[in-house]
């Protein structure tokens, strides 16, 4: 078995939900995905036993909104490429940094609507293979996020008005995509835009290609001043 994607949307089957793991573990499954979003929400931590799987090597999660992540042990990923991890609590600030000490040939991360608690930096550094990066309405609990990837090639960044980040090391950027995630009902801070433009577009100056998303040039063109001249 090469593939297997389990989507559960009654919380009454939340209780089989690691032996579910178990036996995909036991296929050597190499391409994986984990849905629960789709049920009620019952604050379920996803099991210790799921951190540990040396076949996988796509791995896609995504939970409910109180469910949690929190590996108490080591994390044991050593095939694993390509993650995604899409509506993630990751209660613990030292979640992340476990995953990704466990992960050695990963090549591809993307965080999609996760909060993330207590964690200041996301240092990518010691990830020597991971050349992409996706970024995507993340709730940063602790404030701003120092993001630190000098091997990243492309990178997805899409970020909050209410929750910024700062580029610490992109050195090896070479293709990047810029977009704000907000609602046309949600208040927009000007200031919020100017900050995060002048520090992103610094950092970004060198790379190859650099795309903006609709929202991000809707908001630019909507009489804010920015240090930045559109072509569109």
Known sequence: MMSFH?????????????????FVKSRNVENMTIDLGSRASSDYTIPDSFYINSYVKQL??????????IPRGSVCWTSLKVLVLRNCNLFDGSTIPKILSGCPVLESLTLYMCRCYNLKVLDLSKSLRLTT????????VSGQIHIVAPHIHNLTLTVPPYWPCNLVDVSSLTEARLDIGFNSQ????ADFLQQFVQNIIEKLRNVDKLTFGEKFIKVCQSGTELPIKFSI
Do not use: G, V
């Open 60 to 69: 896609t999660l995504r939970l409910a909104f109180h469910d949690r992540m």
């Open 186 to 189: 949600e208040a927009f801070d």
């Open 133 to 140: 990066l996706e970024i995507a309405n993340n709730c940063w």
């Open 6 to 22: 389990l989507c559960l949307t009654a919380i009454k089957n939340t209780p089989y939900i690691e032996s579910w793991i178990e």
